[in-house]
């Protein structure tokens, strides 16, 4: 009986879970990102042409700016286009649905570590409401689906090494390795977190052939990550953002020595040298990533990411995650081999990926892999918490009742924040207008002879919108000449043009003829007035801030 009410409230849990990040997809968060169009483009084009927009063959990475993105997600979204057809819906479907499939992944874990099903089913809650891998999960982000597959690498791992099942070792090794190849933290931490079961492994009373085989596993990831990395552009984003590669490291350096002086070149050694200062600013961030207001308060960077007066944690998680600690620290005390160390090992590297970079820090992309062990914690002590009223069934109903409308109110307040009250600014970074310019281009384009529009990313924007998969497009999209052509739009390239004004650059330029009918789209900052122009129509982002103004020629 008691099984099948697990069951059952595990069951309407991920319906809750599944359902606050699939309803309203296609609109909320508002705007389509950027990286969102690559993603859902290029990896319908893949599909489509057996190559990317570079003619690269089903490549394991994609050039954005000289940012080697993993490709993994694209080939889900490239998936979910050809179910659902080319929309926003589609391409966020893969990330909303792994992050909900993680509820599932996080029970899985949490019974295997606490043997324990209503602590397994209260962190699986808590993940199912946490507004951090909601957020992540509606916007197309890789980072969820690297998190489910490492979460459930971990379960078969500790499910394998309880029961001498090496036959899930296999299982576990395929699922971190998989996780590589979406999103580049992972890379720092599956190659850790297989330590750390080599380590336990070793020191646990298992069979000879079990030890090998985790042995085995840690080679295997050592071996597939080394591959990845060094290959051409195996490090990818790290070698943009890591934070050995700070711009104006040398010269702060330089600065700092000659304060000290002329003839104190070895207290400069000592003191101002590269690794000393890396190190200060890696314990920096490292610590940043668990303060109160980054977690409880105000969430931290890319804006896009953050809701309006919500952190990534309720409130009302505090004393549980604290309650959790604390008996986390006192079982680990009495047994450091239990799995339960699993979880603070988990905490402890989780921020580390994040921490080694500088661009956007606190990240909450980066760190995302912290809410595994921050909600298996909040879960723990829960339970803790509630066994306190456990010999008193008035008390205990009333403090699940009082707790239950504290965490009610405090996460339809977040909820409400991050559908209807998005923050000032973070719609100009989620590319809030540009459906509607190009729905207004694909209306109007057969009346002009030239559309001239900023190149700025707004190529796969208009290819996009109008679902053109035609692999004739290869070389127009990705050679670099002062005016790209698809169609009759004319995407200016972006050296000489100052916010956006295509208008003032291709007139001052003469790009057309003098009887050509011409449509030109501005951007928004855009102040240059030229006595010509006729007003086709004004787009404005949801904060009322104006995305593009639209002109033709007053002939």
Not at 17 to 27: A, E, K, N, P, T
Not at 132 to 161: K, M, N, P
Not at 504 to 511: D, G, P, R, T, V
Request: glycine share 6%; hydrophobic share 50%.
């Amino acid at each position: 009986m008691r099984n099948n009410l697990i069951k059952f409230f595990l069951v309407l849990v991920f319906l809750i879970g599944i359902s606050i990040r699939l309803v309203d997809l296609s609109s909320v968060p508002i705007g389509f990102h950027v990286d969102e169009v690559t993603a859902g483009y290029e990896g319908r084009y893949i599909l489509a042409n057996g190559k990317d927009t570079y003619g690269h063959s089903y490549p394991l990475y994609f050039n954005i700016i000289g940012d080697y993105r993993p490709t993994g997600i694209f080939y889900l979204a490239g998936l979910s286009e050809a179910i659902f057809g080319m929309n926003e819906f589609a391409v966020r479907f893969p990330s909303a649905l792994f992050g909900a499939l993680t509820i599932l992944g996080i029970y899985l874990l949490a019974l295997k570590i606490f043997e324990n099903k209503t602590i397994a089913l209260l962190s699986s809650l808590f993940f199912a409401i946490s507004l951090w891998d909601i957020t992540l999960s509606r916007a197309t982000s890789e980072s969820t689906i690297a998190t489910f597959l490492i979460v459930l690498g971990c379960g078969y791992l500790i499910h394998s090494i309880n029961k001498s099942k090496i036959s899930l070792i296999f299982l576990a090794a395929f699922l971190f390795f998989i996780s590589l190849f979406f999103y580049p933290t992972a890379r720092f931490l599956v190659p850790l977190i297989s330590l750390y079961f080599l380590l336990v492994s070793f020191l646990k009373n298992v069979s000879k052939k079990m030890k090998l085989s985790v042995f085995l596993l840690f080679i295997f990831i050592l071996i597939s990550l080394f591959t990845i990395m060094y290959q051409e552009h195996g490090f990818g984003r790290v070698s943009q953002v890591a934070i050995w590669q700070t711009s104006g490291l040398h010269q702060l350096l330089v600065g700092l020595a000659s304060g000290d002086g002329q003839n104190n070149i070895l207290i400069t050694r000592i003191y101002h040298n590269k690794i000393v200062f890396l190190a200060r600013v890696f314990m920096e961030q490292y610590l940043s990533y668990f303060s109160p207001q980054y977690l409880f308060i105000s969430g931290g960077l890319p804006l896009r990411y953050s809701t309006y007066l919500s952190g990534l944690f309720l409130i009302t998680q505090v004393p549980f995650i604290l309650i959790g600690f604390w008996w986390l620290i006192y079982k680990i005390r009495k047994d450091i081999l239990s799995w339960q160390s699993l979880v603070l090992y988990l905490l402890i590297i989780a921020p580390i990926p994040a921490a080694l970079t500088f661009q956007e820090v606190p990240n909450v992309q980066r760190s995302s892999f912290l809410i595994i062990p921050l909600t298996l914690i909040c879960g723990f002590g829960f339970y803790k918490f509630l066994m306190n009223f456990i010999n008193n069934k008035k008390r205990f109903v009333f403090a699940i009742f009082i707790v239950t409308i504290f965490i009610v109110f405090e996460f339809s307040y977040s909820i409400h924040q991050y559908f209807y009250h998005p923050i000032t600014g973070s719609v100009f970074l989620r590319n809030d207008g540009e459906k509607e310019l190009m729905s207004y281009i694909k209306d109007n384009k057969n009346s002009y002879n030239h559309i001239f529009i900023h190149r700025d990313a707004y190529i796969l924007f208009y290819l996009f919108y109008n679902q053109d998969l035609k692999n004739n497009l290869l070389l127009p999209i990705n050679n670099d000449p002062s005016i790209t052509k698809i169609d009759n739009l004319d995407f200016v390239a972006y050296k000489g043009i100052k916010d956006h004004c295509v208008a003032k650059y291709a007139i001052e330029h003469s790009l057309f003829k003098a009887n050509e009918r011409i449509m030109f789209v501005d951007g928004g900052d855009c102040s240059w007035q030229y006595g010509n122009l006729k007003i086709l129509k004004k787009i404005f982002r949801h904060d009322s801030t104006r995305a593009f103004t639209i002109y033709t020629l007053n002939n």
